[in-house]
């Protein structure tokens, strides 16, 4: 498991607006499921999913990859990679946590 924390840039929405996103097909690479608490990679080679939840600026992610342990760092680096190239102007800073 990975862990994560992403802290917005006050009054940036940030959760909201990647949620959006996947909703509505804007962020073609990630779908949101259990009414948005958890996050999957449309491509099977980035095994696992990521829960996440946001509370005042602060977005919190799990990521897992219980079939084939270990892998959680490729749906990692895509999710990380679509930020920086999608979402810059609204991240302060990315907080990773390895267990």
Known sequence: ???L???EKEGAKLHKKL?????T???KTFVVQNR????VHTNKNYPGWMNWSSYSGVITCEILS????G???????AFIGRLSDKYRAEVHS??????
């Open 66 to 69: 219980p079939r084939k342990p």
């Open 1 to 3: 498991m990975i862990r």
């Open 19 to 23: 949620k959006d996103a996947m909703n």
């Open 94 to 99: 990315i907080n990773i946590q390895f267990e």
């Open 5 to 7: 924390q992403i802290i």
């Open 36 to 39: 948005g608490k958890k996050v």
């Open 25 to 27: 097909g804007e962020l």
């Open 71 to 77: 892998e959680e760092w490729k749906l990692l680096g």
